[in-house]
């Protein structure tokens, strides 16, 4: 399979982001880090797919984008709880902005 950037990039920020849930407190443990690494899956998932069968790829990449705002929500709750600082709480919705108007691209070339 030819490597898409997309694809790369939303790998590299799971990667980045798993150290960061791994200090949500316990009580978070199977609800909001467990749905970040989810949603995180679905995004990979759904790109792969999207790559792959081109009959559904619109449909994969509007999922694809649904996680990412469905990321950003998430993060955004684990900001206001003080799971994350404000600052890296913006670092990561820079990263899947890029994510997402990298996703939005390929729609409208598809």
Do not use: C, T
């Amino acid at each position: 399979m030819k490597e898409l950037l997309v694809y790369k990039k939303a790998e590299v920020l799971l990667q980045n982001v798993y150290p960061i849930i791994r200090n949500f407190p316990n009580a978070e443990k199977y609800a909001l880090a467990l749905e970040v690494k989810q949603a995180f899956f679905r995004l990979l998932r759904n790109i792969v797919l999207a790559n792959n069968i081109k009959s559904r790829r619109r449909l994969h990449q509007e999922e694809a984008d649904a996680e990412i705002k469905l990321l950003l929500v998430l993060f955004s709750v684990a900001k206001n709880q003080k799971y994350i600082s404000k600052g890296k709480h913006y670092e990561l919705q820079v990263k899947l902005e890029e994510i997402g108007r990298m996703l939005g691209g390929w729609m409208k070339s598809s």
